[in-house]
Protein backbone atom coordinates (compact mmCIF):
# COMPACT_ATOMS: atom_id res chain seq x y z
CA UNK A 1 0.00 0.00 0.00
CA UNK A 2 2.68 2.05 0.75
CA UNK A 3 3.97 1.82 -2.33
CA UNK A 4 1.34 2.45 -4.59
CA UNK A 5 1.52 5.90 -2.56
CA UNK A 6 4.58 6.68 -3.12
CA UNK A 7 4.54 5.77 -7.00
CA UNK A 8 1.31 8.07 -7.77
CA UNK A 9 2.79 10.98 -5.52
CA UNK A 10 5.49 10.77 -8.01
CA UNK A 11 3.84 10.26 -11.08
CA UNK A 12 1.79 13.41 -9.98
CA UNK A 13 4.99 15.31 -9.42
CA UNK A 14 6.32 14.41 -13.04
CA UNK A 15 2.64 15.38 -14.45
CA UNK A 16 2.29 18.98 -12.19
CA UNK A 17 6.29 19.50 -14.02
CA UNK A 18 5.06 19.65 -17.93
CA UNK A 19 6.51 21.64 -19.95
CA UNK A 20 7.79 25.34 -19.69
CA UNK A 21 6.90 25.96 -23.52
CA UNK A 22 4.24 28.15 -24.42
CA UNK A 23 0.97 26.53 -25.33
CA UNK A 24 1.26 28.00 -28.72
CA UNK A 25 4.86 26.53 -29.14
CA UNK A 26 4.65 24.05 -31.38
CA UNK A 27 8.49 23.24 -31.96
CA UNK A 28 8.57 24.74 -35.73
CA UNK A 29 11.00 27.84 -34.81
CA UNK A 30 14.48 27.51 -34.34
CA UNK A 31 16.31 29.02 -32.26
CA UNK A 32 20.01 29.63 -34.23
CA UNK A 33 23.33 31.34 -33.23
CA UNK A 34 23.00 33.58 -36.58
CA UNK A 35 19.94 35.33 -34.59
CA UNK A 36 21.21 38.84 -34.09
CA UNK A 37 22.40 41.98 -35.72
CA UNK A 38 25.71 42.09 -38.10
CA UNK A 39 27.72 44.51 -39.90
CA UNK A 40 30.15 43.45 -42.35
CA UNK A 41 33.76 44.44 -41.34
CA UNK A 42 35.89 42.66 -43.99
CA UNK A 43 35.50 40.66 -47.46
CA UNK A 44 37.95 37.80 -48.73
CA UNK A 45 38.54 36.67 -51.80
CA UNK A 46 41.19 34.53 -53.55
CA UNK A 47 43.03 34.95 -50.74
CA UNK A 48 43.36 38.78 -50.26
CA UNK A 49 41.25 40.48 -47.40
CA UNK A 50 39.58 44.01 -48.26
CA UNK A 51 38.27 46.09 -45.26
CA UNK A 52 34.30 46.55 -45.65
CA UNK A 53 33.94 49.97 -44.71
CA UNK A 54 30.53 52.09 -44.34
CA UNK A 55 28.61 48.82 -45.28
CA UNK A 56 25.26 48.42 -43.71
CA UNK A 57 23.56 45.46 -41.22
CA UNK A 58 21.82 42.33 -41.41
CA UNK A 59 19.40 41.10 -38.73
CA UNK A 60 19.12 37.44 -38.74
CA UNK A 61 15.62 36.98 -35.93
CA UNK A 62 13.65 34.05 -36.30
CA UNK A 63 13.87 32.63 -39.84
CA UNK A 64 13.36 35.98 -41.44
CA UNK A 65 16.58 38.29 -42.36
CA UNK A 66 16.44 42.48 -43.48
CA UNK A 67 19.95 44.23 -45.29
CA UNK A 68 19.92 47.92 -44.56
CA UNK A 69 22.21 50.63 -45.60
CA UNK A 70 21.89 54.15 -46.63
CA UNK A 71 20.51 53.89 -50.02
CA UNK A 72 19.67 49.46 -49.73
CA UNK A 73 17.00 47.72 -48.25
CA UNK A 74 16.42 44.22 -48.56
CA UNK A 75 14.02 41.42 -46.99
CA UNK A 76 14.00 37.44 -47.21
CA UNK A 77 13.51 34.43 -45.47
CA UNK A 78 16.47 31.85 -44.08
CA UNK A 79 17.06 28.27 -43.06
CA UNK A 80 20.15 26.83 -41.24
CA UNK A 81 21.72 23.71 -41.09
CA UNK A 82 24.20 22.90 -38.39
CA UNK A 83 24.35 19.16 -39.19
CA UNK A 84 26.72 19.96 -41.99
CA UNK A 85 30.17 21.50 -41.50
CA UNK A 86 30.28 23.97 -41.92
CA UNK A 87 27.10 25.38 -41.28
CA UNK A 88 24.45 25.98 -44.55
CA UNK A 89 22.87 28.98 -44.68
CA UNK A 90 19.72 29.25 -47.32
CA UNK A 91 18.75 32.43 -47.87
CA UNK A 92 16.05 33.79 -49.97
CA UNK A 93 15.14 37.16 -51.04
CA UNK A 94 11.37 38.55 -50.95
CA UNK A 95 12.37 42.42 -51.18
CA UNK A 96 15.21 43.89 -53.31
CA UNK A 97 17.01 43.57 -56.73
CA UNK A 98 17.23 39.89 -56.28
CA UNK A 99 13.96 38.93 -55.09
CA UNK A 100 12.92 35.59 -55.73
CA UNK A 101 16.34 33.97 -55.63
CA UNK A 102 17.64 31.19 -53.50
CA UNK A 103 21.28 31.62 -52.21
CA UNK A 104 22.99 28.82 -50.94
CA UNK A 105 25.90 29.80 -48.58
CA UNK A 106 28.33 27.74 -45.67
CA UNK A 107 28.44 30.35 -42.46
CA UNK A 108 30.14 29.90 -39.39
CA UNK A 109 29.80 31.63 -36.00
CA UNK A 110 32.83 32.17 -33.69
CA UNK A 111 31.37 34.43 -30.26
CA UNK A 112 31.01 37.93 -32.10
CA UNK A 113 32.30 36.94 -35.36
CA UNK A 114 30.31 35.86 -38.04
CA UNK A 115 31.72 33.96 -41.44
CA UNK A 116 28.84 34.08 -44.82
CA UNK A 117 30.56 32.37 -48.00
CA UNK A 118 29.14 31.88 -50.92
CA UNK A 119 29.92 31.82 -55.13
CA UNK A 120 30.77 34.00 -57.33
CA UNK A 121 29.54 32.32 -60.14
CA UNK A 122 26.92 29.54 -60.49
CA UNK A 123 24.50 28.37 -57.67
CA UNK A 124 26.36 25.51 -55.92
CA UNK A 125 27.11 25.81 -51.98
CA UNK A 126 30.80 26.17 -51.13
CA UNK A 127 32.38 23.27 -49.81
CA UNK A 128 34.87 25.92 -47.74
CA UNK A 129 35.54 28.95 -47.07
CA UNK A 130 39.53 28.79 -49.09
CA UNK A 131 37.88 27.60 -52.03
CA UNK A 132 38.67 29.47 -55.35
CA UNK A 133 35.76 31.61 -56.93
CA UNK A 134 33.96 31.74 -53.18
CA UNK A 135 34.14 35.58 -51.16
CA UNK A 136 33.50 35.25 -47.82
CA UNK A 137 32.06 38.27 -45.62
CA UNK A 138 33.33 38.77 -42.27
CA UNK A 139 30.79 40.27 -39.72
CA UNK A 140 30.94 41.53 -35.86
CA UNK A 141 28.08 41.43 -34.21
CA UNK A 142 26.15 44.77 -33.29
CA UNK A 143 25.81 45.58 -29.61
Known sequence: M????YLLAA???LLSLGSDAPKEYD???ECDDLQGVWR???LK???QVHASEGAGATTYRAGKWEY???NVFESGTYKTDTSFQPAHLDSTVTVGELKGRTG???YRVDGDTLWRAYRVEGDGRPSSFEENGVVTVICKRVK
Open 2 to 5: RRTV
Open 104 to 106: KLI
Open 11 to 13: LLV
Open 45 to 47: ENG
Open 68 to 70: RDK
Open 27 to 29: GSV
Open 40 to 42: AVA
